[in-house]
């Protein structure tokens, strides 16, 4: 069992930067992928980065690719997603998600736990 609590969301203004982070229960965080997902008001959950095991592979959305940056520290059972140049679509509860597997996927489904989710607000 993983339990996930994401923190770091608030309201910035465009151009600016926040740093989520995603702090894991348990001793098996290195097992296990990590994503970030996102839902904005009346849009379907969309996949927003993910990151191996290892750190050492990641994938972006082509929304977020080059702004957004997303690391874990296994040491601390910690995935971050480094926010950089926010834009008013970005505007969305964030989600971190765990699965057990050597790669993060795209596809929510594909993910064994999930997080209660910050909100992120970028005004205009």
């Known amino acids: 069992q993983v339990q996930l609590v994401e923190s770091g969301g608030g309201l910035v203004q465009v151009g600016g930067s926040l740093r989520l982070s995603c702090a894991a229960s348990g001793r098996t965080f290195g097992s296990y992928s990590m994503g970030w997902f996102r839902r904005a008001p009346g849009k379907e959950r969309e996949f927003v980065a993910s990151i191996s095991w290892s750190g050492s592979i990641t994938y972006y959305a082509d929304s977020v690719k080059g702004r957004f940056t997303i690391t874990r520290d296994n040491a601390k059972n910690t995935v971050y997603l480094q926010m950089n140049g926010l834009k008013p679509e970005d505007t969305a509860v964030y989600y971190c998600?765990?699965?057990?597997?050597?790669?993060?996927?795209?596809?929510?489904?594909?993910?064994?736990?999930w997080g209660q989710g910050t909100q992120v607000t970028v005004s205009s």
């Open positions: 998600a765990a699965v057990r597997a050597l790669y993060g996927s795209l596809f929510g489904s594909e993910y064994d736990y």
